[in-house]
């Protein structure tokens, strides 16, 4: 068993990574922030309206940056970590969020998405292996549209049109 210290708190926790004690306190913080009143919902929703980056949470910085090329005309926010994807998500509030579900934790990342009053009004792209297993089946049944890999260009760029709420107002231009 691994011994990792959780220094927020002084306590020594066994068995656990540093990254799934993050996960922890990501989600439990999301989750409390979650108690919003109907006059912060409107705000929140307001705030959505008026981000319109792109949130990009990849496992393969070479498809990470076959992306970025595809989508040079969008403003790119690129992460690495599904963690970081969640709190950027929370702080950025993007357009749209464009998630790889050959990460570990894709499937807790989408799922805590749409779980969160906040950031459920978030689309997702799912880019998906194309296998037919349980974890990709779920991730296209919470994602507003999923491409399989691989994809054509051509392909990606109609979807994040079609999911980009700001694209029809021209805010892309």
């Known amino acids: 068993m691994s011994r990792v210290d959780d220094i927020?708190?002084?306590?020594?926790?066994?068995?656990?990574?540093?990254?799934?004690?993050?996960?922890?306190?990501?989600?439990?913080?999301l989750g409390i922030l979650a108690q919003s009143t109907p006059r912060e919902q409107k705000m929140?929703?307001?705030?959505?309206?008026?981000n319109n980056s792109i949130l990009l949470v990849m496992q393969h910085r070479d498809l990470s940056d076959l992306i970025s090329e595809i989508l040079a005309a969008y403003p790119l926010t690129l992460t690495h970590s599904e963690i970081s994807g969640?709190?950027?998500?929370?702080s950025l509030q993007p357009a749209l969020v464009i998630l790889d579900t050959a990460m570990p934790n894709a499937l807790?990342?989408?799922?805590?998405?749409?779980?969160?009053?906040?950031?459920?009004?978030?689309?997702?792209?799912?880019l998906t292996s194309g296998a037919a297993d349980?974890?990709?089946?779920?991730i296209r049944a919470l994602a507003d549209e999923y491409l399989d890999k691989p994809f054509i260009a051509s392909e990606l760029q109609s979807c994040v049109e079609r999911l980009l709420p700001h694209r029809k107002r021209?805010?892309?231009r």
């Open 134 to 138: 349980a974890i990709d089946t779920q």
């Open 170 to 172: 021209g805010l892309f």
């Open 86 to 90: 969640l709190e950027i998500s929370f």
């Open 44 to 50: 929140n929703e307001h705030e959505l309206k008026g």
């Open 8 to 29: 927020s708190s002084g306590r020594c926790l066994l068995g656990e990574t540093k990254d799934e004690i993050r996960w922890e306190k990501t989600s439990a913080a």
């Open 108 to 126: 807790k990342m989408i799922t805590a998405l749409r779980g969160h009053l906040k950031l459920k009004a978030i689309p997702v792209l799912a």
